[in-house]
Each structure stands twice: as C-alpha cells, then as structure tokens.
C-alpha cells in the first residue's frame, strides 16, 4: 500500500486478541455487499484449515484470497505475538498508520505497522527467508530511523523470554550483517545500519 513492493505473496495481520479475531473471520467469510472492488465483484476469503504457515509458523488463521482482479494471495492471521517472536506493543501500535482506505471502516481498525517495526519483523525470520532480505533492503533504501529500532527491542527484551530474545536478535544481527555486505558490493555505506550493527553486538548479542 506503500507502493514501497510492486506485489506479495502474501499479507501478514496482527490482531490483539482472539476476540478481535472472530470479528476479522466474520468480515473475511461472509463479506457485506460494501465490500466491492469493480461493479459488482466482491473479494472473497477462503479460510485454509491445513496449511504449511498454520503449521510450521504458529499462525492462527490463514486465509486464502480470492480476487476476480488480481491474483490470489494468502493473509496470515496472528494474535498477538508473530511466529513465536516478537509481540505486539503499545509503542508499535502508537507508530502504526491508519490508511485513507480504511479509515472509514466501524467494526475493525485496520492500521499499517510502521516502516521500523516492520523492519524488525522481518529481521528476527529464519536466515533462509532469502525475499526478507530482498524486503529489508527495500525499507532500508525508503530510510527507517535505527533509534525506534533499538528503543523497541529494549521494550520487547522485557516482555519476551531472555533466551527466546537473545536468539531473535541474533537472527537481527546476522541479517544486519548481510545487509552491510550487500551494500558493500554495490559501493554503498549506512552509516545508520553500521551504527545499528555496532549497538546490537555491544547491547543485545
């Protein structure tokens, strides 16, 4: 929505608790005639009960898109906490965004996670997420401020279990490091993400 990606295969939601949950589920499967995108077309949700994210990545819902206009994707619901990692905060909902698009919706607030939370999302994912890295480059070259990075991470080590945290940072680190090679090889420097590189060692790993 950002125009940041020209597509994805998929849309990752967090909502804050179960019962926000059932009200998503509801909108999803049994969409309004509101819910339009062309002269009568509607988007339709197909709720996936066995599916590999369900399974291995501890989504509580997944769901299938179903769009006459565009191709399918997949929305991975979680409740709270996103692939056993980080977990959604105060801070992050205050930094998050409310969409024009949406803006005029009554049963459920959709809102955008900010630029640097999503950046850290997709930082503590499994080193094999080759197309994360590809999607932290791009937020990198939209620009993210490293200072709300870090002052997250200090709020999210209180709230997570020391061992599970020290391990997500250092899925953090290594993809940081990455990061600051591939930006070598193309002649490039952040001073920023060196900055970032340096506290994480020295405060977190």
């Known amino acids: 929505m950002r125009g940041i990606k020209d597509a994805t295969a998929d849309v990752d939601v967090v909502v804050e ?14 969409p309004s005639p509101e819910l339009k995108v062309g002269q009568g077309v509607r988007v339709i949700y197909v709720k996936r009960v066995a599916h590999e994210y369900k399974v291995k990545l501890g989504a509580f819902s997944v769901y299938k898109k179903l769009d006459p206009e565009m191709r399918d994707f997949n929305l991975d619901v ?9 977990t959604l905060s105060e801070g992050m909902k205050t930094r998050s965004a409310l969409p024009s698009e949406f803006k005029d919706f009554r049963a459920l607030k959709v809102r955008l996670m900010s630029l640097e939370d999503i950046f850290l999302f997709k930082g503590v994912t499994s080193l094999g997420r080759a197309k994360d890295i590809d999607d932290l480059l791009r937020l990198l070259e939209h620009g993210v401020d490293f200072e709300v990075m870090l002052g997250e991470l200090n709020h999210q080590r209180t709230i997570i279990e020391p061992e599970r945290f020290e391990w997500l940072v250092g899925l953090l680190y290594e993809k940081s490091l990455i990061l600051r090679d591939i930006l070598a090889e193309k002649g490039l420097r952040s001073r920023g993400l060196d900055k970032f590189i340096k506290v994480l060692k020295l405060s977190f790993v």
């Open 78 to 86: 979680f409740v709270k906490r996103v692939l056993g990692g980080l």
């Open 17 to 30: 608790n179960v019962r926000v949950l059932g009200f998503l589920d509801e909108v999803l499967t049994n």
